[in-house]
């Protein structure tokens, strides 16, 4: 009650009744919510309403620093790297040509395998490996970027002149912000209108390099069309990445932290802590020969070794008696839960704990783990590096004459890395039974294992064709019934007899 309510109560109390009445009822309607207000519950409890950008702008250089000391000294953050990255693009995601025509499929097929072997521009990497590296710098940093360069035809040994550079989201000029009169430039990035990206502001060599050249140089702007910046949006006019290990950096922490502790506890254990009790003037027992002469340096024993044994005379020993952690295991596995699920992985791919797993558990938990493996792989990869990455490709090679130019162009599919199956035998019968069903193409099929169909189907009849000239009956031809069951229907309407076991004659 205020001072006004306070004061009409003495006069009226029944009118002070109702106005305190009133002005619960009041605040109860205008704070309908329990996190919406405000009392013992949720004090300290602060919410800012920042944009996505002033939020990231402030903590992007801190936010990165840490998880990549987190990763560099933390076996969970490596792990946590390690299975997102694998899963995501494995191997690499292939670009597989679907032109309609098998003569531009394999000009485009042997002029890109030419080129991604040496896609590098520092000569280093392949393509498949430049994806993953890209992933990962997103992943732990925040944001990677990924520029175009073209090459001249000298440089370029005889592949499509043209290159791609991998740089860490610290090259991009997070200084420029709002910097330049009639410009929009945010932490970096050059917006147009409608928040439409121009372009990014890189540094021409790394920022912490520790070097005069890094920052002397000043940055310049590149643009949009000749680079992907790699990040994941979580807002809307987001125009920098976080790092993926935000939400558990705290936690993961402490996590190690208690690791640390438990281990160093039980080294503790493993040793005697003894402590010497005596009158003032005793002797000291633990003294050298020499020292308890009188002679010498005064040298005393201070450390207890496994198998020693000291007379310690007449003097009472006290030994400390180290409290177990009996909770440390349910902590730990409650903490190492929390950081699997906000890590976006399961429990056991982090701790590779499969103790109270089984096979109906382990694809249930997989489940909403390949959903997001998916959402990266097609939200994220694919139309922010891989496809834009080709259209250069496919548009240097038309100009150097490695393509024919097109009418309809080049267009591509994607093959996503394989998911391993737990159980390949219930996995593969599942599949097969989905195809038959109607619920998934045979190509589907094919490429959910991480293989371009055209080439499976190109090879398997080069394989049975040979097998057939050599009159070899094998357990792997589809041709012939399996153990048990009904040879399948040919697909020449019974023209053709498959072989039989053993030699035709």
């Known amino acids: 009650m205020n001072a006004l309510d306070r004061l009409i109560s003495v006069f009226s109390p029944q009118a002070g009744l109702r106005r305190a009445a009133a002005r619960a009822s009041l605040e109860g309607f205008e704070r309908s919510y329990a996190a919406g207000q405000s009392g013992r519950r949720n004090k300290g409890w602060t919410g800012r309403g920042t944009s996505a950008n002033v939020e990231v702008g402030q903590a992007l250089a801190t936010l990165r620093n840490r998880a990549r000391e987190f ?25 597989v040509p679907n032109t309609g025509s098998d003569r531009a499929d394999n000009q485009f097929r042997l002029a890109r395998e030419e080129w991604q072997r040496q896609a590098d521009v520092e000569g280093v990497l392949d393509e498949p490996t430049m994806q993953g590296l890209a992933l990962r710098s997103m992943i732990e940093g925040g944001d990677s970027v990924i520029r175009f360069i073209d090459l001249s035809s000298s440089e370029a040994d005889g592949s499509v ?18 910097g330049l009169a009639g410009t929009n430039t945010r932490l970096g990035v050059e917006l147009g ?47 920098r990445g976080i790092t993926w290990f935000a939400p558990i950096l705290l936690n993961g922490r402490e996590a190690q932290d208690l690791f640390d502790s438990a281990l160093m506890q039980a080294r503790t254990q493993a040793c005697f802590a003894g402590f010497r009790k005596s009158n003032p003037g005793d002797p000291n027992p ?94 994220l990869m694919a139309p922010r590096l891989v496809l834009p990455a080709n259209r ?48 998934q193409s045979p190509q589907e099929f094919i490429s959910a294992w991480g293989r371009d169909w055209k ?51």
């Open 455 to 505: 080439k499976v189907v190109a090879d398997t009849a080069t394989f049975f064709e040979v097998a057939d000239k050599a009159k070899l009956a094998l357990d792997i031809d589809g041709r012939r019934p399996l153990k048990g069951g009904s040879p399948p229907a040919p697909a020449d309407g019974g023209k053709t007899q498959p072989p039989q076991d053993g030699h035709n004659d």
């Open 71 to 95: 990763v560099r000294d933390s076996w969970a953050g490596q792990r946590i790297l390690d299975v997102l990255v694998s899963h995501v693009v494995g191997t690499g995601i292939t670009v």
């Open 286 to 379: 633990f003294a050298t020969k020499d020292a308890a002469d009188g002679a010498g340096d005064s040298q005393k024993v201070t450390r207890i070794e496994p198998g020693m044994i000291v007379d310690i005379g007449n003097s009472d020993m006290v030994f400390a008696q180290p409290s177990s952690q009996s909770q440390f295991g349910t902590v730990y596995l409650a903490a190492m839960q929390a950081m699997a699920a906000g890590a976006g992985i399961t429990y056991d791919q982090l701790t590779g704990d499969l103790r109270q797993a089984n096979y109906s558990s382990l694809r249930a938990g997989k489940i909403d783990f390949r959903r997001l493996v998916e959402q990266i792989q097609w939200h």
């Open 193 to 239: 209108d409608n928040g439409r990206r121009k372009g990014l502001w890189l540094w021409k060599n790394h920022p912490g390099d520790m070097t005069v050249s890094a920052l002397v140089d000043g940055s310049a702007l590149v643009g949009w069309n000749d680079l992907c910046h790699l990040y994941r949006p979580l807002r809307w006019g987001q125009v």
């Open 392 to 439: 250069r490709f496919t548009e240097r090679a038309i100009l150097a004459g490695k393509l024919r130019p097109r009418s309809d162009g080049y267009p591509v599919d994607l093959i996503m890395p394989a998911n391993e199956p737990i159980d390949p035998k219930k996995d593969l019968e599942a599949d097969i039974a989905s195809v038959r069903a109607g619920r």
């Open 161 to 178: 002149p043209f290159r791609l550079q991998g740089l860490e989201g610290d090259q991009i000029d997070a200084s420029r912000d709002y």
